[in-house]
């Protein structure tokens, strides 16, 4: 039977392959974005695009008790700001106004997948094994902070609820801007390092992410569920260098750049970004984050609950990735 599946921030990177997979699955797909978003390239796979105003409560649940969707995955979030109230305004009040608004429907949603991050959790030492399902909050950067404010808000008002809370890790894939700033600097021929640190970082391809997400919308759960999401693996520093080198053949410079030199540079930008509405590249928060020692997780509970099977590897993944990038003439 037919499902009816409401995602929103269906117009960004995670949201756009979310729709296209969850069309591909027979599911009737409603995305909700802003009246200003591009959605030229998820037309095709919607039946329905709405414009809520999450600040309106009533037009909320007006939208929910007459949609009846089967399930939600809220993938709209905040990944930058200025403080701690404009990222938490969206990133765990307008998450708390859906929940409210889903939940008080006359036909609730079967389950309400809430897209989190793994900077919710944090990095853990390098000789610490792998971060669990159940690690302690420890986040380093301000979204990581009001992912932990939203997962708690969760925890506390709707524990009883069919939710299930996906943390992924760095998602990198088609169409994916953030990393993309890291592949065109080694199309420029150079493979910039802070520091010589040794890290164990973690990944996951867009593909494997929409798939659990969408798995996590049918499998079997108790109540609130928490699950990271990785490829199962853990890299070097220097892994998507060394595919991105195989897989177009080419020489690049590696370079490290001592860390107090790129502390400074961090520092500087923040002071020249303090009246501008965006965020710079770089900045000191975001410094500790890229230099964070161990980013590898356990999976076996999503695997075993949610039957994730991820398909991808960084090899396999990145090398299609920058095919596409290639192709399709970013660079």
Request: net charge positive.
């Amino acid at each position: 039977m037919r499902k009816k599946i409401l995602v929103t921030g269906a117009s960004g990177f995670v949201g756009s392959h979310l729709v296209e997979s969850a069309a591909a699955a027979g599911h009737e797909v409603h995305a909700a974005v802003r009246k200003s978003s591009n959605i030229s390239s998820i037309k095709p796979y919607v039946h329905q695009v709405v414009y809520p105003d999450f600040e309106d409560m009533d037009e909320l649940r007006n939208l929910f008790e007459t949609q009846k969707y089967d399930y939600i995955i809220h993938a709209a979030a905040l990944t930058k700001a200025k403080s701690e109230k404009e990222i938490n305004a969206v990133n765990v009040c307008i998450t708390q106004r859906l929940l409210e608004a889903a939940f008080q429907s006359t036909v609730p949603p079967q389950r309400f997948v809430f897209v989190s991050s793994l900077a919710a959790i944090g990095p853990i030492a390098y000789n610490d094994g792998e971060l669990t399902d159940d690690a302690p909050y420890k986040p380093v950067t301000l979204y990581g902070r009001s992912k932990q404010a939203a997962e708690e808000m969760i925890k506390s008002k709707f524990s009883t609820q069919p939710i299930t809370v996906i943390r992924p890790t760095a998602v990198y894939g088609p169409r994916e801007k953030d990393l993309f700033i890291l592949f065109d600097t080694m199309n420029k021929g150079l493979d910039a390092y802070i520091g010589r640190a040794s890290q164990k970082l973690s990944f996951v391809y867009v593909k494997d992410l929409v798939a659990v997400l969408l798995n996590a919308c049918t499998a079997p759960q108790e109540g609130l569920t928490f699950f990271n999401i990785t490829d199962g693996q853990a890299y070097s520093r220097y892994a998507m260098a060394d595919i991105f080198k195989e897989t177009f053949a080419k020489k690049l410079l590696r370079v490290h750049v001592p860390f107090g030199i790129v502390a400074g540079v961090a520092k500087i930008s923040q002071w020249l970004y303090r009246n501008s509405a965006q965020t710079p590249v770089i900045y000191p928060e975001r410094l500790g984050e890229l230099t964070a020692q161990n980013w590898s997780c356990d999976i076996s509970r999503a695997t075993y609950i949610l039957h994730y099977k991820p398909k991808y590897n960084l090899a396999n993944g990145l090398k299609e990735s920058l095919l596409w990038y290639k192709q399709n003439k970013w660079f």
